[in-house]
């Protein structure tokens, strides 16, 4: 190992007491650390093993005021003891570094970018969310800040790269965690401004000679340029350095270390293990699911002729927000009556109408995590005739569907669509369609049954649909009929849309249905929107003071 490392490991090695005592009183339940295929130094307080107790000058410091984000100490009512997000603790956050650096070469070197603050418009920012493979390896909800693990054959050493502490910017912008609490809490090896970013990386390449995993964005190539024109390769790297403080020559310096080396996806690495949850993301999941499907059922009971699609969306996003949530995990789509055929209708702005449907996809993101949830209710509380027997049909082909969600099937996306895709031309058949080519696939169920689903809304995007679902993954499964009012299609079915989504987790012979609480039986739905489920019939006023 070179010096730096060693003198890492020296250092844990002094602290060896403090850390074992404070293993024990940060975690819940602490889990012992997956089996490695790297020859570890120490099992029991390596630089890798965390969480490890604020020591030094960060012991004692309790304000809220203190770190970057809310933790344990200083938010108890958010996180419990260990946790570094909601439900997912600091030893599992090191054990997904492990895994990643387990897979990849002896020497290899990851450098992954964080977010950066965008901008609505002038210096008018909008709320920070951290990149998603960033935080998924990390925790840590600061932007511009960047992660770099670099291995040996005896485990790896993790760098973060985020802001000092500075007294001024935290009077305007507050806190940050700063560069002891990078170490102390986030288990960092080595905290570093991120200013020096270009500097320090191009060290710690030096010191590896295997190939460097660096985030590749999916883009076209770009004319951004500082020097000369580069391809999209490097595009976040320069996109980073250049606000992040760095100098041109040091830009430049660190493209030509990085032409000579071997530079694949760090993305796609990284991707492949937030495929498949753990224990303690599937329980953040079902609670993401738990928020969105009980917002869900407030929209049913709150919906009457008369209010706006918007007043429905903004009804959910209140009741998401007070259980918790942090966002919307995607722009809600919010259709009634034939504004539903649109798929991805965002306008949300049309006025709901006695005997139409509204279709609400909407789902909430809390603690890191995505959900994504899809319901069709009557504005008056009562299906039609007509509407009955679409809204049966679609809910057969979801709930047959959702019983194949399991690995002994053996069943990629792809495969899991064709059974949609077969399920719901015989429903149509049923319901007096006569299909013409084209029909099925292009116009009265135009997408895809299913996607991934965690930290984010496609999870993740790398994952082919020829690939077969496993154990631990979360999928949607989301078929729908849409019907234009075209001649041949039955006239009673004009202008209807029926899509129900449900969230489920894939086990190796069976699997969870994640959003199980949003009303989906159609007498649940008739129920809720009545005021049923709540055992009080009547409609909500929509201007009463909500809990
Ligand atoms: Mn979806």
Known sequence: MSTPA????????????????????????????????????????????HP????GPVQGRSSARSFGQPLPSTHPHLLAPGELTPGITAVEYEQRRRRLVDRLEDGAVVVIAGGKTKYMSQNIFYRFRQASNFWYLTGFEEPDSALVLDSSEKGYRMTLFCKSKDPYDELWNGSKTGLEGAREVFGADESVDSVHFGRRLQSILQ??????????????????????????????FLDYL???????????????????????????????????????????????????????????????????????VSHFAYHTSMRGATREAYVPVCGSGEQALTIHYLDNNRPLKQGEMVLLDAGCEFGGYASDITRTFPVSGSFST??????????????????????SANLSLEELHRISVDLTRTELRDLGFH??????????????????????????????????????????????IYVPPLAHFPKGFHNLVVRIEDEVLVRDDDQVVLSINAPKELADVEACCQGLLDGVAGREDPWEQQK
């Open 207 to 236: 010191d590896r000679s295997g190939p460097v995993y660096i985030d590749l964005p999916p883009l076209s190539p770009t004319t951004f340029s500082r020097t000369r024109p580069r391809t999209s390769a490097t595009r976040s």
């Open 435 to 480: 299909l013409r080519g084209g029909d099925l696939e292009r116009v009265l169920y135009p997408h895809f049954l299913t996607h991934p689903l965690g930290v984010d809304l496609h999870d993740t995007m790398s994952f082919g649909r020829n690939e077969k679902i496993e154990a631990g993954m979360v999928i949607t499964i989301e078929p729908g």
């Open 6 to 49: 060693v003198r890492t490991l020296a250092r844990q090695a002094r602290r060896a007491p403090a850390c074992l005592a404070s293993c024990s009183s940060l975690s819940r339940s602490p889990q012992p650390p997956a089996p490695s295929a790297r020859n570890y130094a120490s099992a029991a307080c390596a630089p890798l093993s």
């Open 386 to 407: 007509a509407q009955k027997h679409l809204y049966e049909a679609v809910l057969r082909v979801e709930k047959a569907c959702i019983t194949h969600c399991h690995a």
């Open 242 to 312: 250049s606000s992040g403080g760095s100098k041109k020559d040091e830009v430049d310096e660190l493209m030509g270390a990085l032409d000579k080396r071997d530079v694949r996806s760090a993305a796609k690495e990284v991707e492949r293990l937030r495929l498949i949850k753990s224990d303690a993301e599937a329980k953040v999941m079902r609670q993401a699911a738990d928020i969105s499907s009980a917002a869900h059922a407030k929209v049913m009971r709150f919906a009457r002729p008369g209010l706006t699609e918007h007043q429905l």
């Open 52 to 55: 490890r107790a604020p020591a």
